[in-house]
């Protein structure tokens, strides 16, 4: 009669006694993610006998066959994540450029507000100035007239 199955004698779940043996560094350590539901988070370490079993043998070839596959997919989706990368770098260089060109002209509008302001002021305090005893009328009107004219050409040229 065969003693009941015990884990701390090394016996597993059919009461067969199995041999322990340690598992070193170099034996190779195998941990199957992504295959069968059967394979699912195990890993353990397998002794030399074990690796010199075709059926493991073929099991590792098959995971190894299944990863290959994998990288190269993957190898496609680095080459266009890099390019939506350079993509993406090229598209923020642009916005900034794009964002100081509309600093810019948000700069040069208001210059050109205050300017145009600044020009009807004068050629409208122009009759103000007017008197026969001096020219500071005419002088003011031509002056608001030419600063006007030179905010027009500026918007137009802009």
Known sequence: MTPPATPERGDDAQGQHVAETPVTAEQATTSATGGGEA?????????????????????ILELLRRAEGRCTVLE?????????????????????????????????EVLYSCSLGAG???IGLAPFFWDEKNSRGP???AF??????????????K
């Open 120 to 122: 009807f002021a004068i």
């Open 76 to 108: 496609g989706y680095e080459e266009r994540f890099h390019g939506a990368d350079k993509r993406a770098d090229v598209a923020e260089e642009k916005l900034k450029g794009s964002e100081e060109r509309l600093k810019g002209q948000a700069r040069f």
């Open 39 to 59: 394979f699912k988070e195990i890993t353990r370490g397998l002794t030399d006998p074990e690796l010199a079993s075709p059926g493991v043998q073929k099991l």
């Open 144 to 157: 608001g007239i030419v600063w006007v004219t030179g905010c027009v050409i500026a918007k137009l040229v």
């Open 139 to 141: 002088i003011a009107l």
